[in-house]
């Protein structure tokens, strides 16, 4: 069975444009959380959708940033425009819905590395 | 926000020996779980334990969550090179519902 997909692996764009990263969870997971990963800050949460409504937003630093989840099989994060700063890695993960045993583990895609110049 | 200490930061240690690590927090947790990080790579879950008391083995690893719940342990045996790696705890914090707390992380690497 497949695991979490997300593309692109790599981004490297300037300063100003807009960037998409695009994330597909396992089949038959609930929830689904857009993580942020930097040797500064560590695993940041940005934000969380449960059954493609977004739940908790409040890690998202600011409204350059934005996320959708049109359907069960795939999300977007949105950054537009892109700084410096932003630069990191990416990372999707999802998990079953709550009342399951393991409705905790969430599980991750290899991320995006964003580089932002 | 909540954080969760994760001990020690880093760690050298030789092939075959045993590991332990920790991670520790002010907070009741009702799930921990922990995770192995490869570079290049999103983080693998290891083993996740839901009952405090609960001692819970996978292959050389073993992990328990705390009697307090406030609290989770690590230990790999007999390490091997292909160990080395980045170990994060995660503990899912009393009322936030779906939402992980993620350490800071512990930087293994083993030597031949």
């Known amino acids: 069975d497949a695991g979490v997909i997300q593309s692109p692996r790599h981004e490297v764009t300037e300063m100003g444009q807009e960037v998409t990263l695009r994330c597909k969870p396992i089949?038959?997971?609930?929830?689904l959380f857009w993580y942020r990963q930097t040797m500064m800050r560590g695993l940041e949460l940005l934000i969380y959708?449960?059954?493609?409504?977004?739940?908790?937003d409040s890690g998202m630093p600011e409204d350059r940033f934005s996320a959708k989840m049109p359907n069960a099989s795939f999300s977007t994060l949105k950054i537009q425009p892109s700084e410096p700063r932003d630069s990191a890695v990416y990372f999707c993960?999802?998990?079953?819905?709550?009342?399951?045993?393991?409705?905790?583990?969430?599980?991750f895609g290899p991320g995006t590395r964003l580089t932002v110049t | 926000g909540q954080q969760l200490n994760q001990s020690p930061q880093s760690m050298f240690i030789q092939e075959g020996e045993d590991v332990s690590m920790n991670c520790t927090s002010s907070?009741?947790?009702?799930?921990w779980l922990w995770y192995k990080q490869d570079p290049g790579e999103g983080p693998v879950l290891l083993i996740a334990?839901?009952?405090?008391?609960e001692l819970t083995s996978n292959g050389r690893l073993t992990a328990q969550f705390g009697i307090t719940r406030k609290d989770s342990f690590l230990n790999i045996s007999a390490s091997i090179p292909s160990d080395v790696g980045i170990y994060f705890c995660?503990?899912?914090?009393?009322?936030?519902?779906?939402?992980?707390?993620f350490g800071t992380g512990t930087r293994l690497q083993v030597t031949l």
């Open positions: 993960a999802s998990s079953l819905a709550l009342g399951q045993i393991s409705a905790y583990e969430q599980y």
């Open positions: 334990l839901y009952k405090a008391g």
């Open positions: 907070s009741i947790f009702n799930t």
């Open positions: 995660a503990g899912q914090l009393v009322g936030t519902a779906s939402k992980l707390t």
């Open positions: 959708f449960n059954n493609n409504v977004p739940i908790d």
């Open positions: 089949s038959g997971h609930d929830y």
